[in-house]
């Protein structure tokens, strides 16, 4: 079956560090990517999200970029800050499915 | 923005009891979602409606069963509260229909303790 699979945590950084969250994906056809993420005592918010193989989804200095040769997702910001510290979720929707299959999500430490 | 309520953060429930959560919308998103959120195994697709009325197994829905009355509300119902079902429960809602691709808003969760 479809499944999602993301680097474990915790990452730490220091802040200004480049950030690189691995995310690749198993799946039939062809899926919606999705980035939420989840700030403490919250519930998760959309980050970014690509339909289509070579897409970039990109928000708030974060970027990710759809790779169907090597079924990836991979998470980047060039310079973290406190305030991205989270826990981050790689997701995977199929075709005309409302479904979404989450990946195990990655803890994201920043510190000052 | 869109505004998914939970009725509770946290809650504390004996075993055997039977748990009501509550998740309002309001949006008039068609569909709603309840997950439960456990470290080390991200969020698992407990239910999910399309629409008032109708409603569809996830991934893991034995111990639960839902209710969807009106289309603002969907509530996800433990029959019989046993331990294992201590967890976060989070409720989503989205667009149906054409609109697949768009996202799923979440509530902020309740955290559902069974002692």
């Known amino acids: 079956g479809d499944s999602v699979t993301q680097m474990e945590g915790p990452v730490t950084l220091s802040e200004e560090a480049f950030l690189t969250i691995n995310c690749t994906y198993t799946a039939t056809g062809y899926p919606s990517l999705f980035w939420y993420v989840q700030y403490p005592g919250e519930g998760l918010q959309l980050l970014l999200k690509?339909?289509?193989?070579?897409d970039k989804g990109s928000n708030k200095g974060f970027e990710a970029t759809y790779r169907k040769e090597t079924t990836s997702f991979h998470l980047e910001k060039g310079s973290v800050q406190v305030s991205d510290s989270a826990v981050y979720f790689c997701?995977?929707?199929?075709?005309?499915?409302?479904?979404?299959?989450f990946g195990t999500g990655t803890l994201l430490a920043v510190q000052p | 923005d869109v505004k998914v309520t939970q009725s509770s953060r946290y809650l504390v429930k004996r075993t055997g009891e039977k748990v009501f959560l509550e998740c309002v919308q309001d949006?008039?998103?068609?569909?709603m979602f309840w997950y439960r959120q456990d470290p080390g195994l991200g969020l698992r697709l407990i239910y999910f409606s399309y629409d008032v009325k109708m409603k569809e197994k996830g991934d893991i829905p034995e111990g639960y069963s839902v209710s969807r009355e009106k289309k603002e509300r969907f509530s996800l119902i433990l029959e019989s509260a046993s331990t294992n079902q201590t967890s976060m429960y989070l409720c989503?809602?989205?667009?149906?229909?054409?609109?697949?691709?768009?996202?799923?808003?979440f509530g902020d969760g309740t955290r559902l303790s069974i002692l």
């Open positions: 989503a809602s989205s667009l149906g229909g054409s609109h697949s691709n768009q996202p799923q808003h």
């Open positions: 997701a995977l929707k199929r075709g005309a499915t409302n479904k979404l299959i």
């Open positions: 690509a339909t289509k193989a070579d």
């Open positions: 949006m008039d998103h068609e569909n």
